[in-house]
Nanobody, 120 residues
C-alpha cells in the first residue's frame, strides 16, 4: 500500500517562491516515476514535472527554468521548488506516483492536494 502526503502550499506574491514536499508512505523505490500535477478551477489537471528513480526529470514548458523537482529516496520524499511564481501558477498541486508490478500492471497514486495561491 502506498500513501502520498503533500505539504508546503500557501499564499505567495507574484515573483515569490514556495517549496512543496510529498512524503511517500510505502516503498518509494517501487514508485517510478513520481511527479507533480496541478489543477486550476475550471481546468483539467496538467503535468508540472516528473522525476524517475535515477533522477531524470521532465517539465511542462510553462514551468521550465522556474520549477525544480527533486527526489530523496532515503527520506521517501519528492519536492517541488517553485520560483518566480506567476498568478497563472495558482492551482491545487498533487503529488503522484506510478508503480508497475511484475505483470506490467500500473497503479497510479495521488496525494490529497495542496493549494497554491499567487497574488498579483
Amino acid at each position: 500500500q502506498v500513501q502520498l502526503v503533500e505539504s508546503g502550499g500557501g499564499l505567495v506574491q507574484a515573483g515569490g517562491s514556495l517549496r512543496l514536499s510529498c512524503v511517500v508512505f510505502g516503498n518509494i523505490f517501487s514508485i517510478n516515476p513520481m511527479g507533480w500535477y496541478r489543477q486550476a478551477p475550471g481546468k483539467q489537471r496538467e503535468l508540472v514535472a516528473t522525476i524517475t528513480s535515477n533522477g531524470s526529470t521532465n517539465y511542462a514548458d510553462s514551468v521550465k527554468g522556474r520549477f525544480t523537482i527533486s527526489r530523496d529516496n532515503a527520506k521517501n520524499t519528492v519536492s517541488l521548488q517553485m520560483n518566480s511564481l506567476k498568478p497563472e501558477d495558482a492551482a491545487v498541486y498533487y503529488c503522484s506516483g506510478v508503480r508497475t508490478d511484475w505483470t506490467g500492471k500500473e497503479s497510479h497514486y495521488w496525494g490529497q492536494g495542496t493549494q497554491v495561491t499567487v497574488s498579483s
